[in-house]
């Protein structure tokens, strides 16, 4: 079915995604420059991206929602960590709130984004669940499609699955209504979703096994934050977030980079703070002594130490090591250990894939984003009124995002101001050395970095992941650059 629509849609900016990041982009143009025009094309039939996506049971955010909150509506509520329908709601009514809930096209799946020079535009086709097939021009994407594969997790083949009697669940894809009452439930994984998956089953399951081929590092942190109290009897009610904001910040950046300086130190913090958490006889060494440093991967946060109060009660417990097959009744380990299990849970981890798949072309020429270097950690050399949302890894997403918005909404009164249509990040002439876009060691940026945009030696054309750094840069310093190659709108191009 073809679109019945005369005219594309126009808009100045098209944001691709009505998840965290493109919510939260559209609400700070509606509040700093309420006369761009904007769209959300949004593939599923509701706002929230991953908090929409993912179901699985006692799906939470990893960071305090102090800092994972926008800077424009703080967080309100006394847990520091929330789940994700209580995520998902917020990032509702912050859509409410702003107005501008009526601007989301649901159930648009973006297929290909063409820019031309000729008429300063790119044109994205989107399909439908039924075929339909819509065009869309726009002045400038902003795509805030995350970075991962919403339609299928990393799954990796282990020897003779089919012979496991059970059911075979993946949390992206977890069966609405999957019966786990007094079973036995083995979690394949060691990230922050088999941490978060072992309390929540072990309520209803019989007993719980996390099999992890190494461990991660992680750490309690309070339910609630120990300063709130302390916060509503001194400040301002509406001072209370925006200070524990300040001080969770503040502590995320003290954290990682003693873990960067002093790793050994760290490592052994960390694991006197585990053997405090579990019982006196528990092997720490073996479950929870990672073959990395810390922060080298992202740190496990489990909010009121729920997973060691489950190991420490008996209804979950832990297998290290590698898995040799699946075997009928459960998971043979290569050591010969059988983990018998009813229900297996495959917590191994993600797909990358950027721009949500879509194929992206400059003038006719096909974009190969590992062609490009980051610029300003937002946009890409070479490809003009482009930008797109990328978060922290080793702290709150949404303090990167909230200060890449902020900048967007100035680059675009910038631009206006002296009257040009156009930005185009020009890579500097001659050779330039170049490393991948995230210094980062977990496997599902490992398995496919290749395939990312990368990064230059120095400033603008760093992915930066210090919040003290990026809120100077973005928010006090320069809004144009002297590598923005600024242009007019072409004569003949569409007003």
Same mark, same amino acid.
């Given at each position: 079915?073809?679109?019945?629509?005369?005219?594309?849609?126009?808009?100045?900016?098209?944001?691709?995604?009505?998840?965290?990041?493109?919510?939260?982009?559209?609400?700070?143009?509606?509040?700093?420059?309420?006369?761009?025009?904007?769209?959300?094309?949004?593939?599923?039939?509701?706002?929230?991206?991953?908090?929409?996506?993912?179901?699985?049971?006692?799906?939470?955010?990893?960071?305090?929602?102090?800092?994972?909150?926008?800077?424009?509506?703080?967080?309100? /509520?006394?847990?520091? =960590?929330? !789940? $994700?329908?209580?995520?998902?709601?917020?990032?509702? *009514?912050? #859509?409410?709130? %702003?107005?501008?809930?009526?601007?989301?096209?649901?159930?648009?799946?973006?297929?290909?984004?063409?820019?031309?020079?000729?008429?300063?535009?790119?044109?994205?086709?989107?399909?439908?669940?039924?075929?339909?097939?819509?065009?869309?021009?726009?002045?400038?994407?902003?795509?805030?499609?995350?970075?991962?594969?919403?339609?299928?997790?990393?799954?990796?083949?282990?020897?003779?699955?089919?012979?496991?009697?059970?059911?075979?669940?993946?949390?992206?894809?977890?069966?609405?209504?999957?019966?786990?009452?007094?079973? /036995?439930?083995?979690? =394949?994984? !060691? $990230?922050?979703?088999?941490?978060?998956?072992?309390? *929540?089953? #072990?309520?209803? %399951?019989?007993?719980?096994?996390?099999?992890?081929?190494?461990?991660?590092?992680?750490?309690?942190?309070?339910?609630?934050?120990?300063?709130?109290?302390?916060?509503?009897?001194?400040?301002?009610?509406?001072?209370?977030?925006?200070?524990?904001?300040?001080?969770?910040?503040?502590?995320?950046?003290?954290?990682?980079?003693?873990?960067?300086?002093?790793?050994?130190?760290?490592?052994?913090?960390?694991?006197?703070?585990?053997?405090?958490?579990?019982?006196?006889?528990?092997?720490?060494?073996?479950?929870?002594?990672?073959?990395?440093?810390?922060?080298?991967?992202?740190?496990?946060?489990?909010?009121?130490?729920?997973?060691?109060?489950?190991?420490?009660?008996?209804?979950?417990?832990?297998?290290?090591?590698?898995?040799?097959?699946?075997?009928?009744?459960?998971?043979?380990?290569?050591?010969?250990?059988?983990?018998?299990?009813?229900?297996?849970?495959?917590?191994?981890?993600?797909?990358?894939?950027?721009?949500?798949?879509?194929?992206?072309?400059?003038?006719?020429?096909?974009?190969?984003?590992?062609?490009?270097?980051?610029?300003?950690?937002?946009?890409?050399?070479?490809?003009?009124?482009?930008?797109?949302?990328?978060?922290?890894?080793?702290?709150?997403?949404?303090?990167?995002?909230?200060?890449?918005?902020?900048?967007?909404?100035?680059?675009?009164?910038?631009?206006?101001?002296?009257?040009?249509?156009?930005?185009?990040?020009?890579?500097?002439?001659?050779?330039?050395?170049?490393?991948?876009?995230?210094?980062?060691?977990?496997?599902?940026?490992?398995?496919?970095?290749?395939?990312?945009?990368?990064?230059?030696?120095?400033?603008?054309?760093?992915?930066?992941?210090?919040?003290?750094?990026?809120?100077?840069?973005?928010?006090?310093?320069?809004?144009?650059?002297?590598?923005?190659?600024?242009?007019?709108?072409?004569?003949?191009?569409?007003?």
């Amino acid at each position: 079915m073809l679109d019945t629509m005369s005219e594309p849609a126009f808009s100045d900016v098209l944001i691709l995604g009505a998840g965290l990041s493109g919510i939260g982009c559209a609400a700070y143009l509606a509040q700093q420059r309420p006369d761009t025009s904007v769209l959300l094309l949004e593939m599923r039939d509701d706002l929230g991206g991953t908090w929409d996506l993912f179901r699985y049971p006692g799906i939470r955010s990893d960071s305090d929602l102090y800092t994972f909150a926008y800077g424009f509506k703080p967080w309100d /509520r006394p847990e520091t =960590i929330a !789940s $994700g329908p209580e995520i998902k709601r917020y990032i509702g *009514e912050a #859509a409410s709130e %702003a107005g501008i809930l009526d601007r989301i096209r649901f159930g648009r799946k973006v297929t290909t984004c063409d820019w031309s020079s000729e008429q300063a535009l790119w044109t994205v086709t989107t399909r439908q669940a039924d075929g339909t097939i819509e065009v869309w021009r726009a002045r400038w994407i902003f795509s805030a499609t995350g970075y991962y594969d919403y339609a299928q997790g990393y799954r990796p083949d282990f020897p003779h699955e089919d012979s496991f009697t059970g059911q075979i669940v993946h949390p992206q894809h977890w069966p609405e209504g999957l019966d786990y009452d007094g079973k /036995r439930v083995a979690v =394949i994984g !060691s $990230g922050a979703t088999a941490v978060t998956l072992l309390p *929540e089953l #072990a309520k209803r %399951a019989a007993h719980v096994v996390q099999v992890q081929r190494t461990p991660s590092y992680v750490m309690p942190i309070p339910a609630v934050d120990p300063l709130l109290g302390l916060f509503r009897r001194i400040l301002p009610k509406d001072r209370v977030a925006p200070a524990l904001r300040r001080k969770n910040i503040w502590k995320q950046n003290i954290v990682y980079r003693l873990c960067q300086r002093y790793p050994n130190r760290m490592r052994r913090l960390i694991r006197w703070v585990n053997r405090k958490q579990l019982p006196d006889a528990y092997p720490v060494d073996t479950h929870f002594n990672p073959p990395y440093d810390p922060w080298d991967q992202r740190l496990c946060a489990v909010p009121g130490g729920d997973l060691f109060h489950a190991l420490s009660d008996g209804s979950c417990s832990i297998v290290t090591g590698g898995i040799a097959r699946f075997r009928p009744e459960g998971i043979e380990m290569q050591d010969g250990t059988l983990v018998e299990a009813d229900i297996i849970v495959t917590a191994t981890g993600l797909t990358l894939r950027l721009m949500g798949g879509a194929q992206f072309s400059i003038d006719g020429a096909k974009v190969r984003w590992s062609d490009h270097l980051i610029f300003k950690g937002m946009m890409l050399d070479g490809i003009p009124n482009f930008a797109m949302a990328v978060g922290y890894t080793n702290s709150s997403w949404t303090l990167k995002v909230d200060l890449l918005c902020q900048y967007f909404c100035r680059l675009l009164s910038e631009m206006e101001g002296r009257g040009m249509a156009v930005c185009t990040p020009q890579r500097p002439e001659g050779h330039m050395e170049t490393r991948p876009l995230l210094d980062f060691a977990a496997g599902y940026v490992k398995r496919s970095i290749d395939t990312l945009p990368r990064q230059g030696p120095e400033a603008p054309w760093v992915m930066s992941f210090n919040y003290r750094s990026d809120e100077a840069i973005f928010a006090q310093g320069a809004v144009i650059e002297p590598q923005m190659q600024l242009t007019p709108l072409p004569q003949g191009a569409p007003a």
